[in-house]
């Protein structure tokens, strides 16, 4: 194939069914059933055939974020499912509300050499109740490729965790300038709690010489008033894909990259007043039934 689909998606809150015996449901949802949850599988699934009716194919690499157990995972992949032969990259983080991170891959096009975590740490006394990063070295065309799938700590409570978020940013700036170093390639994926202009994003794409080591899609994007998700009424844009530019275009034949937050009309409210929105599983503690509060973000690399 000419061309290579990537996507990430933060999917809201995918815990399995809670159990009617919890006194305290996992997934912090009211009445978080086994109905429900069902149909949100069925809708997720979806997305990817969305993706694939638009895009005349599937993504080949898959990172998710909000994810409560394997077994979510395994649901997706089910034997009815578009991409059941896709292979799970999963480890549960220490996240204090049970999400982590995954990754999805292609088995007839990647193959996995290994995957690691990275956790955090500020001080000895000190480690974050947040999500690790995913780190996973595959093979493509039997070449070599990383993949970092992130969840970086939340704005809420008027950003407490702002310095974990930049301590994160700053440690995972020093991973990936080793790697460009030794001209390997890299795709960084995430929900990064930051739009594509914020100062730590912006010094992230620099190497320690102020040489451009990642292109971020999503900056244009975000400038051009397209958004991945609101808070209240504001746009922003958590979510993207920032990658090894040169080293992908040179390493692996492709001519360009270009990117896309997938907002579809098709995922969106129905209600003309917030038809921009993306219709999310929950609001507060009603349920709305939708996919997820995030729209998915894909990157095409075309060999043409």
Same mark, same amino acid.
């Given at each position: 194939?000419?061309?290579?689909?990537?996507?990430?998606?933060?999917?809201?809150?995918?815990?399995?069914?809670?159990?009617?015996?919890?006194?305290?449901?996992?997934? +912090?949802?009211?009445?978080?059933?086994? %109905?429900?949850? *069902? &149909? !949100?599988?069925?809708?997720?699934?979806?997305?990817?055939?969305?993706?694939?009716?638009?895009?005349?194919?599937?993504?080949?690499?898959?990172?998710?974020?909000?994810?409560?157990?394997?077994?979510?995972? #395994?649901?997706?992949?089910?034997?009815?499912? &578009?991409?059941?032969?896709?292979?799970?990259?999963?480890?549960?983080?220490?996240?204090?509300?049970?999400?982590?991170?995954?990754?999805?891959?292609? /088995?007839?096009?990647?193959?996995?050499?290994?995957?690691?975590?990275?956790?955090?740490?500020?001080?000895? *006394?000190?480690?974050?109740?947040?999500?690790?990063?995913?780190?996973?070295?595959?093979?493509?065309?039997?070449?070599?490729?990383?993949?970092?799938?992130?969840?970086?700590?939340?704005?809420?409570?008027?950003?407490?965790?702002?310095? $974990?978020?930049?301590?994160?940013?700053?440690?995972?700036?020093? =991973?990936?300038?080793? &790697?460009?170093?030794? !001209?390997?390639?890299?795709?960084?994926? +995430?929900?990064?709690? #930051?739009?594509?202009?914020?100062?730590?994003?912006?010094?992230?794409?620099?190497?320690?010489? +102020?040489?451009?080591?990642?292109?971020?899609?999503?900056?244009?994007?975000?400038?051009?008033? /397209?958004?991945? =998700?609101?808070?209240?009424?504001?746009?922003?844009?958590?979510? /993207?894909?920032?990658?090894?530019?040169?080293?992908?275009?040179? $390493?692996?034949?492709?001519?360009?990259?270009?990117?896309?937050?997938? @907002? =579809?009309?098709?995922?969106?409210?129905?209600?003309? !007043?917030?038809?921009?929105?993306?219709?999310?599983? %929950? @609001?507060?503690?009603?349920?709305?039934? +939708?996919?997820?509060?995030?729209?998915?973000?894909?990157?095409?690399? @075309?060999?043409?």
């Amino acid at each position: 194939m000419d061309s290579e689909l990537m996507m990430f998606y933060n999917v809201e809150n995918l815990f399995p069914p809670d159990s009617e015996s919890d006194e305290k449901p996992a997934s +912090g949802f009211r009445n978080w059933d086994s %109905y429900k949850y *069902s &149909l !949100k599988i069925r809708k997720l699934s979806n997305v990817f055939r969305f993706i694939e009716e638009d895009h005349g194919q599937l993504p080949s690499i898959i990172g998710l974020a909000e994810i409560g157990d394997r077994l979510v995972l #395994e649901d997706l992949i089910n034997e009815n499912s &578009l991409i059941q032969n896709y292979e799970i990259v999963y480890q549960r983080s220490q996240d204090s509300r049970g999400l982590s991170v995954a990754l999805l891959f292609d /088995q007839a096009k990647y193959t996995l050499v290994q995957f690691n975590t990275l956790k955090f740490q500020m001080d000895e *006394s000190l480690a974050f109740d947040t999500r690790d990063i995913l780190h996973a070295e595959l093979l493509f065309e039997e070449k070599k490729l990383h993949i970092f799938v992130c969840h970086l700590p939340s704005k809420r409570e008027k950003d407490v965790k702002k310095a $974990q978020r930049n301590y994160i940013i700053n440690q995972l700036h020093n =991973t990936i300038q080793d &790697l460009v170093e030794k !001209k390997e390639a890299i795709i960084l994926m +995430g929900d990064f709690n #930051e739009n594509p202009d914020a100062e730590e994003l912006q010094q992230l794409l620099l190497d320690d010489n +102020g040489d451009m080591m990642l292109s971020n899609p999503f900056e244009s994007l975000y400038l051009n008033d /397209q958004f991945s =998700t609101y808070h209240g009424k504001k746009g922003l844009c958590f979510d /993207q894909i920032l990658y090894t530019e040169d080293l992908i275009l040179e $390493q692996f034949n492709f001519q360009t990259i270009s990117g896309e937050i997938y @907002s =579809t009309v098709r995922l969106r409210n129905k209600d003309r !007043k917030n038809s921009n929105y993306p219709l999310r599983t %929950y @609001s507060g503690s009603r349920y709305v039934g +939708g996919w997820s509060d995030h729209f998915p973000v894909v990157v095409s690399l @075309s060999k043409h």
